[in-house]
T-cell receptor, first 117, second 115 residues
């Protein structure tokens, strides 16, 4: 069974600074996706970034980038130029690639990030 | 494009009752998944539907059921409610058309409180 671990329950960062959130996962699969979702106080789960395991290049989306280390089963999220609106719970999630069967997200426990002015 | 919508947003029920939650996916998305979020257990997968068929199921008792309609809208039902069913229920949609599991986009959730 796959597991996802986020070892930092809470983090804080000053506005405009950079912060890195950690995530490790355990799987014997070779074909999978990894995601970071954010859940602000509104509770709406928002996709931040996606990484496909077969791609060696790290995914980036504007101020958000990942460091994907497949052999180490590590998938960290870097947020540059942090903004107050980045304050949220961040979830790392794993999805095995399945065919003709619905994908199932397996989530970590989350990291609560506070961006301070 | 409109996002995933869920109704109702808030619900209060008493133990023993049943409840039905509704989810409308993003236009063009044919796969709908449901998740339960609680402080103790975190986010857990309930089930996934595609073309009116359940393709994947999590480890929840039979009191939790769902269905999907021909327009891809989905409902989940919880019968004989227990206090532990109090949670945020999240629905997510994905294209599903390629036959391969794909990125899921979430709705705002339904907050269920069981008294």
């Amino acid at each position: 069974a796959q597991t996802v671990t986020q070892s930092q329950p809470e983090m804080s960062v000053q506005e405009a600074e950079t912060v890195t959130l950690s995530c490790t996962y355990d799987t014997s699969e070779n074909n999978y996706y990894l995601f970071w979702y954010k859940q602000p106080p509104s509770r709406q789960m928002i996709l931040v970034i996606r990484q496909e395991a077969y791609k060696q290049q790290n995914a980036t989306e504007n101020r958000f980038s990942v460091n994907f280390q497949k052999a180490a089963k590590s998938f960290s999220l870097k947020i540059s130029d942090s903004q107050l609106g980045d304050t949220a719970m961040y979830f790392c999630a794993f999805m095995k690639v399945l065919y003709n069967q619905g994908g199932k997200l397996i989530f970590g426990q989350g990291t609560e990030l506070s961006v301070k002015p | 494009k409109a996002g995933v919508t869920q109704t109702p947003r808030y619900l209060i029920k008493t133990r023993g009752q049943q409840v039905t939650l509704s989810c409308s996916p993003i236009s063009g998305h044919r796969s709908v998944s449901w998740y339960q979020q609680t402080p103790g257990q975190g986010l857990q997968f309930l089930f996934e539907y595609f073309s009116e068929t359940q393709r994947n199921k999590g480890n929840f008792p039979g009191r939790f059921s769902g269905r999907q309609f021909s327009n891809s809208r989905s409902e989940m039902n919880v019968s004989t409610l227990e206090l532990g069913d109090s949670a945020l229920y999240l629905c997510a949609s994905s294209l599903g058309g390629t036959g391969k599991s794909d990125t899921q986009y979430f709705g705002p959730g339904t907050r269920l409180t069981v008294l």
